[in-house]
């Protein structure tokens, strides 16, 4: 057997090291939090654009963590203002207003090939370096098949480089185009960060392109995780209100999504256990809520969706274990509730709506869309309709049916609904 080691200096480091170990059970104290002003003309950074707004960002997260405090007064933005990984954002509510500058639109000068990571401008003027951007073309114009990019350097007159390259061929037969337009505020592949109290003008009676929920909304999030977004106004803008798409665990709270020219709330695709209560979506272009394809375990609770020019709820592709409770849905041009027409692997299956009231739909109703306060078509079971209030509020109202329900759906439970002037309760499509 080998002999014990007796070096002095051994000794003498683990005395040391226990005598500044913390008291048993005691955790090292933590690092205290950054805090970081922003103003219009004062502040620890100051400017009135989205230049001031990141760089106090980026500081915050430079640090490890931190709070940006930005005062009132309108901040213009070419690009959008992105998140970091545990940094919170506050403004001052009403009084903090992130403005989406006029959108530009042009032709590329030639073709943009899949995995490209620059592109050519028939016209570069109106665009600069550090701007958002969205490429597409006649075939790839929508969801995922649109690339959107910054312009992180200019190569020549023409040309500008991009912060990731092009995910598909964008070609000048089909009219590829770039378009100067971009999330206000955006996260992609952010952790443990929060916006509080700001109100953003997505200014989309300049803008220049209309860009779905997949890619973009006033407030965007992709592939994030544990982000809260509480007390935002999201108007105007030219798409979503507010998006999280492929993001888990995502809390919306006492936000107002109006006037947007797509969805006012849309929880995205892949989102898991997703939070929205107390938020209003008023008079968007689409659906108030539109849960998108496979988000699951979500709790809706105490939202109102009014005046959507579609459906107050829209739920379909793989929805499934989300309860809906409290809500308000109200006088939508067409469902209060639209389960979309999915195949039984892709239904909407096991979702509880409690205590919602759901009347004066069926505003603009077109030719061959039922007129009923909620459509179920489709293959979609277990459904759970509970203490709701579903149908009109005079018997002047378009919902003649309170429940149309597909064919193929299955042990739909209705359990003390309230049917208010409706002809029939619940109908069974031939």
């Known amino acids: 057997m080998l002999p014990a080691p007796r070096c002095s200096w051994f000794w003498a480091l683990s005395s040391a090291a226990i005598a500044l170990a913390p008291a048993l059970g005691q955790p090292l104290p933590k690092a205290q939090s950054v805090v970081v002003t922003v103003g219009v003309k004062d502040g620890d950074f100051s400017g009135a654009d989205g230049h001031a707004l990141q760089a106090a960002v980026d500081h915050a997260a430079a640090k490890g963590d931190g709070t940006v405090r930005i005062g009132p007064g309108r901040y213009l933005l070419r690009n959008a203002l992105m ?52 490429i597409q073309d006649e075939r790839y114009g929508w969801g995922y098949q649109v690339t959107t990019a910054t312009l992180t350097a200019k190569v020549n007159n023409k040309s500008f480089r991009l912060s990731h390259p092009l995910y598909l061929d964008y070609m000048m ?3 590829a185009t770039a378009t100067l337009a ?42 994030c995780e544990d982000i809260a977004i509480r ?15 492929v993001s888990h665990r995502t809390t919306v709270e006492n936000c107002t999504s109006e006037n947007n020219a797509g969805h006012g709330l849309h929880p995205g695709s892949g989102s898991f256990k997703p ?76 979702n509880v709506f409690e205590d919602n009231v759901i009347l004066d739909n069926g505003t603009q109703l077109k030719k061959g869309f039922p007129a009923a306060s909620i459509v179920i078509q ?31 759906a299955m042990r739909i439970r209705d359990e003390n609904n309230t049917y208010s002037h409706v002809a029939t309760p619940m109908a069974t499509s031939k």
């Open 83 to 134: 998140l970091r990984n545990n940094v919170k954002i506050v403004g001052e509510p009403g009084k903090t207003i992130l403005v989406a500058c006029d959108g530009v639109k042009v032709l590329l000068a030639c073709d943009g090939d899949c995995n490209e990571g620059q592109i050519t401008l028939d016209d570069p003027r109106g665009f600069q370096v550090g701007d958002g951007v969205v």
């Open 378 to 408: 489709g293959h979609h079971h277990d459904l759970v309709f509970k203490g709701n209030t579903i149908g009109n509020s005079s018997a002047s109202g378009s919902a003649k049916i309170g429940i149309q329900i597909s064919k193929h």
């Open 173 to 175: 037969r089909f009219k």
């Open 275 to 350: 939070t929205f209560r107390k938020n209003k979506a008023l008079n968007n272009g689409h659906d108030g809520l539109f849960v998108c394809w496979r988000v699951q375990h979500g709790v809706f609770e105490d939202n109102e969706m009014r005046g959507n020019e579609r459906d107050g709820i829209s739920i379909g592709h793989r929805d499934t274990d989300n309860r809906f409770f409290k809500n308000r849905v109200t006088g939508n041009s067409r469902a209060g509730i639209l389960f979309r027409d999915e195949t039984e692997p892709m239904g909407a299956h096991r």
């Open 182 to 223: 971009f999330p206000v505020v955006g996260g992609w592949n952010v952790k443990n960060a929060s916006i509080e109290g700001l109100t953003i003008d997505g200014n989309r009676a300049k803008s220049a392109q209309f860009v779905d929920g997949c890619r973009a909304g006033g407030i965007y999030l992709h592939e």
């Open 231 to 245: 007390n935002c106004i999201v108007r105007d803008f030219n798409g979503d209100g507010i998006c999280s798409s």
